[in-house]
Nanobody, 123 residues
Framework: QVQLVESGGGLVQAGGSLRLSCVVS????????MGWFRQAPGEEREFVGVRSWTIGIAHYADSVKGRFTISRDDARNTVYLQMNNLVPEDTAVYYC????????????????WGQGTQVSVSS
């Protein structure tokens, strides 16, 4: 069974950085599309970024483009979301999710989800 376990959230001042981790088990690492989503209180879950290593494509929401980067460490079966120059509007619970097949920005297209990790950015 596929499991995703996130870590790395916390409280940071505006302009700071955080790196979220998502450890993947139960699936051949590298054979899937990894997405990151976030949900702020009272808001819908929104797309942050997605990456397919099979076809070498990454796509990010306009609000995070140039600040956030998805990468992976094969030896650790871990996917990362590096977040730089954080702003208070980035405050949310962040989720990693994966799917087999084509790249997608639609949360409904993803099969497995992590439990979420809280990111809070103070002004």
């Amino acid at each position: 069974q596929v499991q995703l376990v996130e870590s790395g959230g916390g409280l940071v001042q505006a302009g700071g950085s955080l790196r979220l981790s998502c450890v993947v088990s139960g699936r051949a690492f590298g054979s899937f599309v990894m997405g990151w989503f976030r949900q702020a209180p009272g808001e819908e879950r929104e797309f942050v970024g997605v990456r397919s290593w099979t076809i070498g494509i990454a796509h990010y929401a306009d609000s995070v483009k140039g600040r956030f980067t998805i990468s992976r460490d094969d030896a650790r079966n871990t996917v990362y979301l590096q977040m730089n120059n954080l702003v208070p509007e980035d405050t949310a619970v962040y989720y990693c999710a994966d799917r087999a097949g084509h790249i997608s920005t639609d949360a409904a297209a993803f099969d497995y989800w992590g439990q979420g990790t809280q990111v809070s950015v103070s002004s």
